[in-house]
């Protein structure tokens, strides 16, 4: 069983067609309940999501587990996804057997070109 934690948004203002690119560190770290007090999972995401004046979202997004499910005990995930109709974020999964605390560095850009191609 997985429980999904959001820990970390960006609130999007209105009325904007707006392309952000997003890089996201993100650290679970076991404190306590199912497997070993100190382990630990680190995941990176990478992507870019558009917003339509509607504010309609689209991601393009990948992971890579910089510490391998397995090798350190923790099975952890992390994916870019709307938190509210206004913002998106990054949420967490993990186990819900055990106690994760959470870290997250989320770099966010947006390029400004003003050419039409």
């Not at 999007?12 to 199912?34: F, H, L, Q, S």
């Not at 497997?35 to 990478?46: A, F, I, R, S």
């Not at 870019?48 to 587990?65: D, I, M, P, R």
Request: proline residues 1%; contains cysteine.
């Amino acid at each position: 069983m997985y429980k999904d934690v959001s820990v970390s948004s960006v609130v999007i203002p209105d009325c904007c067609t707006k392309k952000v690119c997003a890089k996201a560190n993100v650290i679970g770290i076991n404190y306590g309940g199912e497997g070993e007090v100190g382990e630990y999972g680190y995941v990176q995401v990478t992507g870019a999501v558009k917003f339509t004046n509607g504010l309609a979202s689209t991601y393009h997004q990948s992971t890579t587990h910089i510490v391998q499910a397995g090798h350190s005990g923790m099975n952890i995930t992390a994916v870019m996804k709307d938190a509210t109709a206004t913002s998106f974020g990054v949420a967490v999964t993990g186990l819900t057997e055990t106690r994760i605390q959470w870290t997250a560095e989320v770099k966010l850009w947006q390029n400004k070109l003003t050419q039409t191609f």
